[in-house]
């Protein structure tokens, strides 16, 4: 008999709401994916139990387990029977009765939960595909909504009986019409089958368990952290040693090195100028032209300066750009009123600063045997502006 197959349609049912056991360990699992993948997308397999039928209104699920597929992917379809699904029910054998079914979670992080148009149409397939399609939608604010279809085929069979008059007739010469047959009379049948497939879905009615989120403050502490900073990968490891290079290995050539050469000889310095060198040494690693020095510690000061600079400059192109700046100021723009002594005449004062500057910083700097690459880079610029 011939087949006629109408197109899919996807309607709810809203006679009953089915409910959906979200038991303690699944909660907990929900809850570390979220706090885990907090801006993005996550889905997986959910593992769940049936029972109770949705005639009598009594159906309900109870989830057993997830098995996270897939970050960072908007599409929620997830491919049942993968092997990855194979092999994580063959390492978990409570999964492997048959009695076990499988649906689908994915997560609208900061979004909302809610069945988005993608969601819709991923579910018309999936519970096209199956004869129950279950899926979980959560958001990391622990709002959820799910929804279970049931396949509804319909078929009809269609008899048809068709009654026909028949009349043929030819017209000739003259416009004189021939009569060939009159009201020749038939039965004709016409029988088929149509074949309807209604996607029916019920919003289910949630049971979660409370589950105590211990780090939730610490999350949304590291959350707000990550989005302030601009530069994440820069500092995304936890080895502040490794973060700096890290940070200098961004932004520094190859071939300019690290090690600061100890020069041979210190040109002679001025007895009073001693008090320019070293406010100016203040004002460099500081970063300020308006620090007090009076009370400046500048042993304390070089041995934090890697910490500081790190906090301070999230992106390194903002380190560059002021240390020269800084460099420029004091050591060019500002030279000539610095070394403002008769004693001074005719000399480089960029230059005579600049090495005084270096002299007094290494001086410091190695007596107290501080390591720290802003220091070895301070230096190093020292000396490319004796050299300009
Ligand atoms: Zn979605």
Request: hydrophobic share 35%.
């Amino acid at each position: 008999m011939e087949e006629k197959k109408l197109n899919i349609e996807v309607i709810e049912n809203s006679s009953f709401k089915p409910e959906l056991i979200i038991p303690k360990n699944v909660e907990e699992k929900i809850r570390y994916l979220c706090n885990q993948v907090h801006d993005r997308e996550w889905s997986g397999t959910l593992f769940y139990t049936a029972e109770g039928s949705f005639e009598e209104k009594t159906f309900k699920a109870t989830c057993l387990d997830i098995c996270v597929m897939d970050i960072g992917n908007t599409v929620t379809t997830v491919v049942t029977d993968s092997p990855d699904i194979v092999t994580y029910r063959i390492d978990h054998p409570e999964l492997l009765n048959g009695t076990v079914y499988e649906g689908i979670v994915h997560s609208h992080h900061n979004m909302g939960a809610f069945f988005s148009q993608t969601d819709v149409v991923a579910l018309k397939e999936d519970g096209n595909d199956r004869n129950h399609a279950l899926s979980l939608v959560v958001d990391n604010r622990g709002k959820y909504v799910a929804r279970i279809t049931r396949k509804i085929n319909k078929e009809t069979q269609v008899h048809q009986a068709v009654e026909t008059n028949t009349t043929s007739y030819y017209d000739t010469f003259n416009s004189k019409r021939v009569s060939l047959e009159d009201n020749i009379h038939s039965t004709k049948t016409n029988d088929f089958v149509e074949k309807e497939i209604i996607i029916e879905y019920f919003n289910m009615e949630i049971n979660k368990a409370t589950v105590e989120d211990r780090f939730e403050e610490l999350a949304t502490r590291l959350r707000n952290l990550s989005t302030k900073t601009t530069t994440k990968k820069v500092f995304d490891k936890t080895n502040y040693e490794g973060n700096l290079y890290r940070w200098y290995a961004d932004y520094k050539d190859d071939d300019r090195t690290y090690e600061v050469p100890k020069k041979e000889s210190k040109p002679v310095r001025l007895k009073n100028t001693d008090n320019v060198i070293r406010n100016l040494a203040i004002q460099l690693v500081t970063g300020s032209v308006l620090v007090g020095t009076n009370n400046f510690d500048m042993v304390k000061w070089l041995s934090k300066i890697d910490t500081y600079y790190a906090t301070r400059f999230k992106n390194p192109k903002d380190y560059e750009v002021w240390m020269d700046t800084i460099m420029s100021y004091l050591f060019i723009d500002n030279a000539e009123a610095q070394v403002d002594d008769k004693e001074l005449k005719d000399i480089d004062e960029t230059r005579y600063l600049c090495e005084h500057v270096y002299d007094y910083i290494w001086d410091i700097y190695a007596e107290h045997n501080i390591q720290s690459k802003i220091v070895d880079d301070i230096l190093d610029r020292l000396l490319d502006f004796c050299t300009l």
